[in-house]
T-cell receptor, first 112, second 116 residues
């Protein structure tokens, strides 16, 4: 069964600190991997998209990495801000269809 | 507006009633997706439209669920004879192209459906 698993489920850090969120997947074949940010009560917003051949992609204070050999990805947030409090969702897109598998997300809380 | 618009934003209805949810995608986006998000859970794929056709309906949970799209624009998701287990947020997304393209999906803010 294809799966996308994220860890930790939840995380609390102090404002200004860095953090790293993890995503492991078993989806095969693989087209691209995405990270989304979802604020409470809102739809997800795309942060990064990485293809099979890309190892890293940045979007401001967000940096995603991808190791296609080990099927692992991470999202690193630098110098966290209160507005970073949200759920971060890892998404893997199949190569063979329009199927898109969403992880359950990591709920991040930034404390002042 | 320039984004994906969904209506209503909230819907409360009695078990057994039919409901219709609407999605207005970004103009010109050919791909449209419907997802369901239960409280505290990840998004579940329901159906994907390329233009007005639905090449992938595999995520629809039962024959009580149906969706259509017209004019390569507006889409409606209909749930007949609603059950309490249908309570969730229903999210719509659109993108310029569908399938496994590398273009991001743009999401609406969803319709929060509560079945009493």
């Amino acid at each position: 069964k294809n799966q996308v698993e994220q860890s930790p489920q939840s995380l609390i850090i102090l404002e200004g600190k860095n953090c790293t969120l993890q995503c492991n997947y078993t989806v095969s074949p693989f087209s691209n991997l995405r990270w989304y940010k979802q604020d409470t009560g809102r739809g997800p917003v795309s942060l990064t998209i990485m293809t099979f051949s890309e190892n890293t992609k940045s979007n401001g204070r967000y940096t995603a990495t991808l190791d296609a050999d080990t099927k692992q990805s991470s999202l690193h947030i630098t110098a966290s801000q209160l507005s970073d409090s949200a759920s971060y969702i890892c998404v893997v897109v199949y190569s063979s269809a329009s199927k898109i598998i969403f992880g359950s997300g990591t709920r991040l809380s930034i404390r002042p | 507006g320039a984004g994906v618009s969904q209506s209503p934003s909230n819907k409360v209805t009695e078990k057994g009633k039919d409901v219709e949810l609407r999605c207005d995608p970004i103009s010109g986006h050919t791909a449209l997706y419907w997802y369901r998000q239960r409280l505290g859970q990840g998004l579940e794929f329901l159906i994907y439209f390329q233009g007005n056709s639905a090449p992938d309906k595999s995520g629809l949970p039962s024959d009580r669920f149906s969706a259509e799209r017209t004019g390569e624009s507006v889409s409606t998701l209909t749930i007949q004879r609603t059950q309490q287990e249908d309570s969730a947020v229903y999210l719509c997304a659109s993108s310029p192209w569908g399938g496994n393209s590398n273009q991001p999906q743009h999401f609406g803010d969803g319709t929060r459906l509560s079945i009493l």
